[in-house]
């Protein structure tokens, strides 16, 4: 699988950028760093020191020549930080790549093709305590694939809307442990009565059903920018019913060429991941089942345009 990966995106970039017509193309990009520090000494109401720092990279890369069309879309997050005297710990961390590819049907539509990835780089934890870390998390576990055929609606350079009938979906969990586990919608492992594995997961789970995408970026106003990417999904095999939905935002305000700040938002649904919660507030976790994820950063640091 991770060759697979590997052989996918380099096909993907030495085509897009191989063109010996480059007339077609419009290619760019972004990297930034982002930061946060607080520091206290002999501070008379308390407080702990706290680093963060966040690397991030967007690269695009976009065919248009007659009733063709292409988008390319890499998108990357790693982040860490420091509280107090604990170990650096795992921040935002996140990789997609998206390839559309769409012949014009009209002026607004386009018969379209979309392959989605999605993972992250590093380990992710539950830490219990100092010293008791359980592993949630890895490269490629999971690791989200989506290959779908439809229609995309594109009235303008701000906005597509991308819908697909016709969507596989497959989450692949490349760590043994967190596949018989049952993590992230798996079946879980064949265990005997005293706990012993007799067979065990498939670490692969297959998926079809339906998939909206809507994708929009628009400066709203002066030197600042909002970007989003929302996903809605069915699974016609498993409760259709229960839509999953993945959303992306992010508010960019520059401050001059080389300095902005970011407001960023991800906020998922799946009904297949069951989140430990703590269902009657004596504060043990006892139990399970889907729940909204949120996460949210503003930061502020440096940005290179490519």
Not at 58 to 67: I, M, T
Not at 77 to 91: F, M, V
Not at 125 to 134: E, F, I, Q, R
Request: charged share 20%; no cysteine.
């Amino acid at each position: 699988m991770n060759k697979l990966l590997i052989i996918i995106i380099l096909f993907t970039s030495g085509i897009v950028y191989g063109q010996k017509d480059t007339s077609y193309w419009t290619n760019g990009g972004q990297f930034s760093i982002n930061g946060s520090q607080t520091s206290f000494t002999n501070w008379a109401s308390g407080g702990e020191n706290q680093i963060s720092a966040k690397a991030s990279a967007l690269l695009f890369a976009k065919y248009l020549k007659g009733n063709n069309s292409w988008d390319n879309l890499l998108m990357a997050d790693l982040g860490t930080s420091r509280q107090g005297k604990q170990d650096y710990r795992k921040g935002d961390d996140k990789i997609e790549f998206n390839t559309k590819y769409g012949r014009k049907a009209n002026d607004k539509w386009f018969y379209t093709a979309l392959f989605n990835f999605k993972s992250q780089f590093i380990s992710g934890y539950d830490y219990v305590n100092d010293t008791t870390k359980v592993l949630l998390s890895n490269f490629l576990a999971p690791g989200y694939f989506k290959l779908g055929l439809g229609m995309d609606y594109k009235p303008n350079g701000d906005l597509s809307v991308f819908i697909s009938p016709m969507t596989a979906k497959w989450t692949y969990v490349n760590d043994q442990n967190l596949a018989d586990a049952g993590s992230f919608g798996l079946d879980p492992a064949e265990m005997d009565a005293n706990g012993n594995i007799i067979s065990h997961a498939n670490k692969l789970r297959t998926e079809a059903g339906a998939l909206i995408r809507v994708a929009y970026k628009k400066d709203i106003w002066e030197n600042v920018n909002f970007a989003s990417i929302l996903e809605f999904y069915s699974n016609y095999l498993n409760n259709p019913q229960n839509i999953d939905v993945d959303w992306q935002f992010v508010f960019t305000f520059k401050v001059n060429k080389y300095l902005n700040a970011q407001l960023n938002g991800h906020l998922i649904y799946d009904d297949d991941v069951n989140i430990n919660y703590d269902s009657n507030d004596d504060g043990i976790l006892n139990a399970s089942g889907p729940k909204v994820q949120f996460n949210e950063a503003l930061s502020l640091g440096l940005v290179y345009k490519l």
